[in-house]
């Protein structure tokens, strides 16, 4: 079978190319290392080191890379690269993108579909992002990352438009989309392959789910499927659903139904804190808010389309599978009114 896949360049805002997705999962690397370091019982440490060797697995076959060669082990050497990166760009909203990626990675989620109990009561005891991320380079500073994870804290009080508990909702939605996206890559192969590419290609099982869960788990979506070599990137910061849209392998519909609502709430809220906090008030993109909102549009456009193709079926709507879609629909409708309105208050402005 043949997947079109999405390309980049209309939505180049939200993704890291291969030297910034190296930098994206080495960071996070380090950010479990960290914690690993951290933690004194020697019983949980070795847990964790465990989930952090299966995890660092699933990304490099994913990635199609050699785990060695991939994963950058020093922090010194990791924020040198950064700063090369940096140099050679003149837009340096990725590393806003990666920031905001980071603060929403959080380790010890269940990376296959059978449940591996000893994860369950892993906890992150440390802040890397304030305690070493922050400290090593000059581009971001805590206040700025503090800015980032209140923004998707207050999108998340937007998107599923409760503002009482939104702290915890936020968590909720994080662990709620890593624990429950696996089955959904598992039942549908083909997003698999849209999310992590041709390394997935010929997968099946918990093979198949542990390859994908990798970039779940990262908050994004592999575009191009040939490898890092191949010079494949990733669509972070809520592009999943927007590169989704329209990209002939399957619909957002698809997704948002499979993959459960928190992957939609995570995606439209990751989105809505990027261009709110980033795109528009740190760098006055009010165009990139402008793409956002067109993306978002024609997810749920295709929604609304299935939906009324399965309330109309001849054996019968599915009423469970159609209220599922229409929380899903919800989310994504209150992340386009939202994402309008950030544009109308530059009008305000002029």
Not at 195 to 209: E, F, H, N, P, Y
Not at 239 to 261: I, P
Not at 302 to 330: C, F, T, V, W, Y
Request: glycine share 8%.
């Amino acid at each position: 079978m043949s997947h079109k896949l999405p390309k980049p360049p209309k939505y180049r805002f939200l993704t890291l190319n291969s030297d910034q997705t190296r930098l994206l999962y080495s960071f996070q690397s380090m950010m479990v290392a960290f914690d690993i370091l951290s933690t004194k019982k020697a019983d949980l440490a070795l847990v964790k080191t465990r989930w952090k060797d299966e995890w660092e697995a699933t990304v490099c076959e994913s990635l199609d890379v050699a785990r060695d060669e991939f994963f950058i082990r020093s922090g010194r050497q990791a924020f040198d690269l950064m700063e090369e990166i940096s140099n050679d760009v003149e837009d340096r909203s990725w590393i806003d993108l990666l920031v905001l990626e980071l603060s929403r990675f959080t380790p010890y989620y269940q990376l296959g579909l059978e449940e591996n109990k000893p994860y369950k009561k892993l906890k992150v005891k440390t802040d890397y992002l304030g305690d070493v991320f922050c400290k090593g380079q000059n581009y971001i500073d805590s206040t700025d990352v503090k800015a980032i994870q209140k923004a998707y804290t207050h999108a998340i009080g937007t998107i599923t438009g409760n503002r009482k508990r939104v702290a915890a909702a936020a968590v909720a939605t994080l662990a709620v989309t890593a624990a429950t996206a696996g089955g959904a890559l598992f039942f549908a192969p083909e997003i698999a392959v849209l999310i992590a590419g041709d390394a997935v290609v010929g997968l099946s099982g918990a093979a198949l789910t542990s390859a994908s869960l990798a970039f779940v788990g990262g908050g994004s979506l592999a575009v191009g499927g040939m490898g890092m070599a191949g010079g494949t990137a990733i669509l972070t910061g809520g592009g999943a659903l927007l590169g989704l849209a329209g990209s002939g392998v399957t619909t957002a519909a698809s997704v948002a139904v499979q993959s459960s609502e928190s992957f939609v709430q995570s995606e439209c809220s990751k989105l809505l804190a990027f261009c709110s906090e980033i795109a528009v008030k740190k760098y006055g993109r009010y165009d990139i808010a402008s793409l956002a909102q067109q993306g978002m549009q024609n997810c749920a456009e295709e929604l609304r389309a299935e939906i009324e193709k399965l309330s109309n079926a001849d054996n019968g709507p599915d009423k469970k599978l159609i209220s599922q879609m229409k929380k899903s629909l919800k989310c994504m409708e209150r992340c386009e009114k939202a994402l309008e309105k950030l544009q109308d208050s530059r009008k305000l402005l002029d």
